[in-house]
């Protein structure tokens, strides 16, 4: 099939033939005639439809493609990437008004869609609809389907050290689902207070309070989750990001471990383990290993395959206390059926073929240069900024000095087309805590988060004068 869109070049113009092609297509993506997953010509196509070199349109294509306005999709060609929808609704950022369309988003959390392991996992759900039985296209197990419980326990047993048996694994739509029951299950257990970490993620802590569990807020440290505090709020419960805290990046150190789960032992207490991005570790060294191994009796393991993969496959997993897991199995029988099978099937494919793990290296490696570019641009355009915390996951955290404007830091990005995220948002107390960004660098190639960052560093220095460097 052929596709067209409309462009023109000039010939005997300064500006040369490649970057006529890539400014008109940028143009075209930033004014929302080309939308999200709109499929461009190939390169062939294109250069003959414009009378050009081939070389030409793929210097074009390569260069948004590294600004990360553009994907190339093995198979299906070349697309607007998904991310590229710079119609943000409000609420994502500002509350009181309308945010303009980006060039660069970074926002966390989120793996960039071009990455997604199409060709494999495609293979995975075929095995899976041409395996299917009962337990593929009936009403799933409310734990989950057997094989994919089965190979859970062995890739998390191998990965992420977590103790565990298929009789005690239960599979859930995502962390969301899984928290939801968590909740619903602390309410039978008469518990109704759960203690946050100080920062965190506000919009959980939102979600939690709306399944009727109030939150109590406690500090992290260099060490993570202060323990003192923990004993004097009285509470029987609380929710942690110990491998990689939300947002500040800090691990839990190995004797705030101990101290946690004693704490729980000492209170008959119970620890929710979100370890959101289990498996993207990306230092060479010092790999930190999920917290439930050293309480399994204590701790409640969560995990997702939303930022492994993709948030849309909508796939989580807990492995509980065994004491805990037929009160699980009480409360989800009152609230939903159970999890796509088929989806279930497909995913314990890709788990038992190695697929998975061959998926986390690639993505390991890309994002290890993505961040190496992110500390130089920072370095060089916004020195002010110190990044805190190892290097994993899929954002890292900048501090900024005392006295930033930190909302007008955000809002003049904004204006120079780049969306990110304040600090402070994600704390109990904004306005006591110390301005800082939280920086999502993963969805853009290493040019496009240069560029980001050297807008952020214009911002800064509209704001402060002469500290933004020039590359």
Not at 276 to 305: K, N, S
Request: hydrophobic residues 40%; contains cysteine.
């Amino acid at each position: 099939m052929t596709w067209h869109v409309m462009l023109e070049v000039v010939r005997d113009g300064p500006v040369p033939l490649g970057a006529q092609i890539a400014d008109q297509l940028r143009q075209q993506v930033e004014r929302g005639l080309l939308t999200p997953g709109t499929r461009l010509p190939s390169s062939r196509q294109l250069a003959k439809d414009l009378r050009v070199s081939r070389s030409v349109v793929v210097e074009a294509y390569e260069k948004l493609t590294g600004e990360g306005l553009l994907e190339s999709v093995r198979g299906s060609g070349t697309r607007v990437a998904a991310h590229a929808d710079t119609r943000i609704r409000k609420s994502v950022v500002l509350v009181d008004r309308a945010v303009p369309r980006v060039r660069f988003n970074l926002l966390p959390g989120t793996p960039n869609p071009a990455t997604f392991p199409h060709r494999e996992w495609t293979t995975s759900y075929q095995r899976a609809v041409e395996s299917a039985r009962w337990q593929g296209l009936g009403y799933p197990p409310l734990l989950g389907v057997d094989r994919l419980r089965t190979e859970l326990v062995s890739y998390l047993g191998r990965v992420r050290g977590v103790l565990g048996s298929p009789d005690d694994t239960m599979v859930t739509g995502g962390f969301a689902h899984a928290l939801g029951l968590v909740c619903a299950a602390l309410r039978e257990l008469g518990i109704d207070r759960l203690a946050v970490e100080d920062p965190s993620h506000d919009r959980q802590r939102q979600f939690i309070e709306e399944n009727g569990v109030r939150t109590v807020a406690v500090p992290v440290g260099p060490d993570g989750l202060e323990i003192e505090p923990l004993y004097a709020s009285g509470v029987r419960a609380v929710l942690v990001t110990p491998s990689h805290q939300f947002p500040l990046g800090v691990p839990m150190s190995p004797q705030r471990r101990e101290e946690l789960v004693r704490w729980a032992r000492d209170t008959g207490g119970w620890i929710v383990e979100d370890d959101y991005d289990g498996g993207l570790w990306l230092e060479q060294r010092g790999r930190h290993l999920a917290l439930q191994p050293t309480g399994p009796d204590r701790v409640i393991y969560a995990g997702t395959a939303s930022k492994l993969l993709a948030p849309g496959l909508r796939l989580g997993w807990m492995v509980l206390p065994p004491r805990l897991t037929a009160l699980m199995e009480r409360v989800r029988v009152r609230r939903d059926l159970g999890c796509d099978g088929l989806m279930q099937l497909a995913f314990a494919d890709f788990l038992r073929s190695g697929m998975l793990d061959a998926h986390l290296r690639r993505m390991r490696t890309r994002y290890r240069a993505q961040h190496s570019a992110l500390m130089r641009a920072v370095e060089r355009c916004l020195p002010a900024a110190t990044l805190v915390g190892p290097v994993a996951g899929l954002h890292a955290y900048a501090v900024l000095p005392e006295g930033v404007d930190e909302e007008a830091l955000v809002d003049r990005a904004l204006g120079l087309s780049v969306l990110i995220k304040g600090g402070r948002i994600f704390h109990d107390r904004p306005h006591t805590a110390r301005p800082g960004l939280v920086l999502g660098y993963t969805a853009l190639g290493r040019s496009g988060i240069e560029e980001a960052i050297s807008r952020i560093g214009q911002a800064y220095e509209q704001q402060h004068g002469g500290i933004c460097r020039a590359s």
